[in-house]
C-alpha cells in the first residue's frame, strides 16, 4: 500500500540515523485501512494519513518554514494535531506543542522563548492570538485551524485581528500528495514544550528524533507485549483523554500509528462527548489523570453506557484505590503509569507478572495503583540527599532518579535549571518514593510536597490514597500546613459525593489503616475540609502550590 | 527483585548509549519467576540467570578478557549459550558464534580471522578443537562446557590434548554474584559470524551493541503487539530450533529475555526430544527453517502428540504451502519472516492485519507463507540492475535493496565484498522479489538461482511451492540447468512421501496452475527426479549451489 520515495543517504552507507518519519512507515504499511477518527467530523484511513502527511510537509516547505525553525500549534485534540506530530519534524523543523491552558502572559513567553516562526491556531485560540500578537518577537505568520473549513474564506481570515496565510485544509488540498523526507542527524530536535512544575516561568524541555523513536518503540512494547494484560495493539481502538500539548499526549500518539492502531481524536474533553465517541467508535484504550476518570465516571453519560473492556492508563498523578475501584465496578480497568515533562515521559508502568496476575482481584489492584516498575532501557534507583543508592525494601524513602534514552538535555536556555535535573549523571525527579523487593515504585510524594511532623515524614499521597477510600469521598487533596510544635501537620481537602460525611468519620476511617500499620496514629489529619472543588493545574493535576498559598498566606 | 549498581556514566551526563546490559534489564525486572530451561538437564529463574551472567562476567575478566577481546563459542542450544549472548559484549568483550557444522577447516579459517582470544567449547567439539589447536594463531585459552560438571575435573581436562582453564559451572561457581557493567561507545561491536552463502571462504558479519539494541526491541514488537496474531509475549514458552550460531538464534533469545519469556534450550536437535520439550513446557513458539518443521512433523514422536497452539516462525528458506497445510493439520501455525546473515537479521514477517484476518483460513495462508511486509524502522525496495525503484504492482521482478538501524557495516576484513554489498547507500540483499499493492514482499528467487529460459525468467521459489502441494511430496528443489536452445531449463529434484507419485502425475498438477494465469507453461520442468534426500548447507537451506554442482559437472 504505502510506497514511499527511496532516499539517497546523505552520510555514510551504513549510518541509518534513527528519524520520526520511520515510525510513520509500519502502521500505514500493516494497516492501511485502518481509520483516523476526530469526533463525528472526519473521518479517513491510514493510507490517507500519509498522504496528507506529504500534503502538510508540501505546505510548510512553500510557506518557508526550513530546517531547525520552530512551528507552534494551538489546537484542541485531533487528526491536525497528529498530523503536525509527525509533518513539522519530518521536514526537519521543530514542533512547539503550546500549553493553551496557560495564561496569555505565559503563552507569548513561551512562544517567544520558543523562537516560533509559523503558529498554527485553532479558531478558538484566535481572539487570544489577536491579544498577544504584537508581541511575538519571532512569528512570521499564521494558519488557521478550524473544523468548518468549508466556511472559511481566505480573504475573510484576517478579520479577528489576525493576519492568516490560509486554513489547513485548504492548504493541504492546494499541496502535492508525495514528499520525499530527507535524511538528517537524529539528535536534530523534533518537539519542545513547557512545564510549569515550578515556580518562575515556564521552563522548556525538548526532545530529538532519535529520542521520540526510542521512546515510541518502548512505549509501543509497553502497552502491547510486555504488559501482563495488554493495553494497547494494532487491533484496538484508541482515544486520547490528555491534551496533545502535554508530552506529546504521553507519546502513545506516535506509538499507535506505528503499531496501525485505530484512532479518535476528541476535540475538547465534554463528558458526554468522550462517552458517546468511546461506544460508537468502540474505543478500548486511553490514558489520561486521575480527574478525568472520575469526572467520566460520574458524568450523564456514563451512567447509562456499558463501559467495560476500556482500559485506561492514568498517569500525572497518583491513582488511589478508591477510584480505581470505582471504574472497575464500570468494567474500567484503570493502570498506574508514571513519567515527566523532562522524561518524554515514560518511566514505569505498573507492569503485573504472571505470578501477580493470579491473585485475587482486590489484591491485583493494589500493584496497579502503584508506580510501577520501570519500562525497559530505563535505570532507575532511589537516593538518599548525598546521592547514596537506596535498598529495595519498600521502607527506604529516596529520591528518583533515572537514566533512560528520552530524557530531556537540560532546559531550554536555562544552564542554571539544568544543573539542578541533571547531578552525577542522574536526572533527578523530584519525585520520593519507595521500591519494594518485588520491584515496585511507590510514589510517597513530591519532594516539596512531604509533610515533615515532629521529625517524621508523611506521605500525602498515601493519606489521600487511603481518604479516597471512604464511600463518602469523591476527591481529596492533602498538603502540610506549618505548626508551631510539631513543625507541620495534615490538611486534607475534601470534595464530598454525599454531604452526609462529617471529619470525624474520615479520620474514623483512617484509624483502621493505623490498626493495620499502614500509616502512623500521628498521620491522621487534626484538620479535614469540606470544599466544593480542589485547584488543578492546567494539566489536571491537584495544584498543591496553590492550595499551599491559599492556606498560608 | 532486580537491583543494579548505579553507573557513574562516563561520557557527557545526559548522553544514554544503548547498550546490551539493558535487555537484560527488564525480563528478571517483570518476571523473575519466569524459567529458563535446558533439556532435562538444568531449570532455574530469571533472577537467577542475572546472577549467573554476573558471576561470568567476574570470571571472564579474571581470565583477562578485556573490552575488545574476542570470545569464541562453539555450544549446542544451551542456557550458557544465553548468558555468554549476555555477558561477553556486556563487559564490552565481542562474542564470537562459531558454526560448528562448518568443516574443521572453514572452522579454524573464522576462528583465525576473528582473532578469537578465548575459546569456551563443549565436550563434543574437543576432538575438532584438539585437531586444530595448533593452528590457531590468536588463541590463548579454552573453557569445557558440558552437561556434567560434577564428572570433569580440572586436572583432567586436558586429557584430550587440549589445555583447558577450567570448566564452565567451576568458574561460575567460584566468582562473585554482582558485576558493575560499564557504559561504553553504543558502536561498539558486541557479535561476529560467518556466513557461507556466497564462494570463497567463509565471511564474517558483525554488529554493534545499539545495532542488538535496536534488533531487539523491533523484533519483540513484530513478534508481540505488532504481529496480527501475536506470536510471542511475556505469557509464551519460547524454544529455539535455529541454532544459537545463525544470527543470534534470530535475535529471538534477546527479545525473549527483554520481554520475560519463559525459555527452553534443547541442546541437539532430536525430533523425540524436541516434541517431548515442546509437550512438557507447554511450547508456544518457535522459529526454524522448512526442514526442521517437515522433520518434527514426520516424527514418531509427533504423529501421537497435541501440537495445537504452537507457533513456528519460519525464515532461511521460502515457507510452502503444502507444509503450511500439512502443519495446520496438526494445529501448527506456521507464519513467514525473512532476512539475511547480513541484516541481523530482521527485515520482513508475513503480517495480516485486521481485514486479512477476516478472510478464510485458507486463503490467510497464502499471505502467511510469503515474505512479508517490511518491520518497523525498515526501509525496504525493489530495484532494476540500474537501481531504478520498481512498482508495487505484484508484476515487477527487482533485487531487494533495504536500509535499517541493524545492518553490518561491511563484511569483516573485506573492503572489496563490502562494496558489493552496500551500494548508493542501500544492502543489496542479492534477492529477487514482486511487491504486492498490499505491500507484501513475494521472493521470487536468489539472483544467482533465477531460472532464464527462451528470454523468460521462472521463479524457482513458485515451482517449489506449487510442486509441494502435490499430496504424494514431502520436499522439492528447482534449479535451472544449461539447455543447448533455452538457454536453461527448470529441473525439479523431488523427495517423495508415498513412492507412487511420478514424474507426469506432477506435471499434470502443475497443469492447473497454469490454467490459473499462476505459471506460464514453459514452466513446467520435463525433468523431474525423485531422490532420498535434498542436500543442505549447515544452517539447513535447499544448497542449490551443490545440487547445480553435481548435476552440470
Same mark, same amino acid.
Given at each position: 500500500?504505502? #510506497? ?13 540515523? +534513527? ?31 500519509? %498522504? ?9 516547505? #512553500? ?31 521543530? &514542533?512547539?506543542?503550546?500549553? &493553551? ?103 522548556? !524541555? ?11 518503540? !518502548? ?61 460508537? %467508535? ?48 464500570? *468494567? ?6 508514571? *513519567? ?11 507492569? +503485573? ?7 485475587? %482481584? ?7 495503583? #502503584?508506580?510501577? &516498575? ?26 528518583? !532518579? ?35 523487593? +518485588? ?15 515532629? *521529625? ?28 508551631? %510544635? ?30 493495620? *500499620? ?20 492546567? !494539566?489536571?493535576? &491537584? ?11
Amino acid at each position: 500500500m504505502l #510506497k514511499t520515495k527511496m532516499v539517497k543517504p546523505t552520510a555514510s552507507a551504513y549510518e541509518y540515523p +534513527l528519524l520520526i518519519k520511520q515510525i510513520l512507515l509500519s502502521g500505514p504499511r500493516y494497516e492501511p485501512q485502518q481509520e483516523i477518527v476526530y469526533r463525528d467530523l472526519f473521518r479517513y484511513t491510514y493510507g490517507e494519513l500519509y %498522504e496528507r502527511i506529504c500534503r502538510l510537509a508540501n505546505a510548510l516547505t #512553500k510557506a518557508g518554514v526550513r530546517p531547525g525553525d520552530t512551528v507552534a500549534v494551538l489546537e484542541w485534540d485531533s487528526h491536525r494535531y497528529l498530523e503536525c506530530m509527525f509533518a513539522i519534524p519530518m521536514i526537519g523543523a521543530i &514542533i512547539h506543542t503550546v500549553n &493553551i491552558r496557560l495564561s496569555p502572559e505565559q503563552i507569548l513567553y513561551t512562544m517567544n522563548h520558543a523562537d516560533d516562526k509559523l503558529v498554527l491556531v485553532h479558531d478558538d485560540f484566535v481572539p487570544l492570538m489577536a491579544q498577544i500578537k504584537d508581541k511575538l518577537n519571532t512569528v512570521e505568520g499564521f494558519w488557521l485551524l478550524t473544523d468548518k473549513p468549508s466556511e472559511s474564506k481566505h480573504d475573510n481570515l484576517s478579520s479577528q485581528g489576525v493576519s492568516f496565510q490560509g486554513e489547513y485544509e485548504a492548504l493541504l488540498a492546494e499541496s502535492e500528495t508525495t514528499y520525499n523526507f530527507p535524511d538528517f542527524d537524529e539528535h536534530s530536535v523534533a518537539t519542545t514544550f513547557y512545564t510549569t512544575g515550578t515556580t518562575g516561568n515556564p521552563k522548556g !524541555v525538548y526532545f530529538t528524533h532519535r529520542q521520540i523513536v526510542l521512546h515510541t518503540l !518502548v512505549i509501543s512494547l509497553s502497552l502491547g507485549s510486555l504488559a501482563g494484560q495488554p493495553l494497547m495493539n494494532s487491533g484496538d481502538t484508541y482515544m486520547p483523554i490528555t491534551p496533545m500539548f502535554h508530552v506529546h499526549a504521553w507519546g502513545v500518539p506516535y506509538a499507535a500509528t506505528m503499531m496501525g492502531t485505530k484512532q479518535v481524536y476528541p476535540g475538547r474533553y465534554e463528558p458526554d462527548l468522550l462517552i458517546k465517541l468511546q461506544q460508537q %467508535e468502540k474505543v478500548s484504550f486511553s490514558h489520561c489523570v486521575p480527574t478525568i476518570v472520575n469526572m467520566l465516571l460520574n458524568s450523564e453519560a456514563a451512567k447509562q453506557a456499558d463501559l467495560s473492556g476500556w482500559r485506561i492508563l492514568i498517569g500525572g498523578s497518583a491513582l488511589t484505590k478508591g477510584l480505581t475501584v470505582a471504574a472497575r465496578e464500570k *468494567g474500567v480497568i484503570l493502570t498506574g503509569a508514571y *513519567g515527566l515533562s523532562e522524561t518524554c515521559p515514560l518511566l514505569s508502568v505498573a507492569y +503485573l507478572n504472571e505470578k501477580l496476575r493470579d491473585l485475587p %482481584e482486590d489484591e491485583q489492584i493494589d500493584f496497579r495503583i #502503584k508506580t510501577g &516498575i520501570p519500562a525497559p532501557l530505563v535505570e532507575l534507583a532511589i537516593v538518599d540527599e548525598e546521592g547514596n543508592d537506596l535498598a529495595h525494601d519498600g521502607q527506604q524513602v529516596g529520591e528518583i !532518579v533515572c537514566r533512560a534514552p528520552w530524557l530531556t538535555q537540560g532546559y531550554l536556555k536555562e544552564e542554571n535549571g539544568s544543573e539542578a535535573l541533571w547531578r552525577d549523571g542522574w536526572l533527578h525527579t523530584g519525585d520520593v518514593a519507595t521500591i519494594d523487593a +518485588l520491584g515496585f515504585i511507590q510514589i510517597t510524594d513530591r519532594i516539596k510536597d512531604v509533610i515533615k511532623t515532629g *521529625g517524621e515524614w508523611i506521605s500525602s499521597l498515601t493519606l489521600e490514597n487511603l481518604i479516597s477510600q471512604h464511600p463518602g469521598v469523591s476527591e481529596v487533596a492533602v498538603i502540610g500546613l506549618p505548626h508551631p %510544635e510539631w513543625g507541620e501537620r495534615p490538611c486534607a481537602l475534601v470534595v464530598l459525593k454525599d454531604k452526609q460525611t462529617k471529619g470525624e468519620d474520615i479520620q474514623i476511617h483512617l484509624q483502621q489503616f493505623v490498626a493495620q *500499620g499502614k500509616i502512623h496514629k500521628w498521620a491522621i489529619p487534626e484538620v479535614i475540609e469540606f470544599v466544593d472543588a480542589i485547584p488543578k493545574t492546567s !494539566v489536571g493535576k &491537584i495544584d498543591k502550590k496553590k492550595i499551599r498559598a491559599e492556606k498560608i498566606q
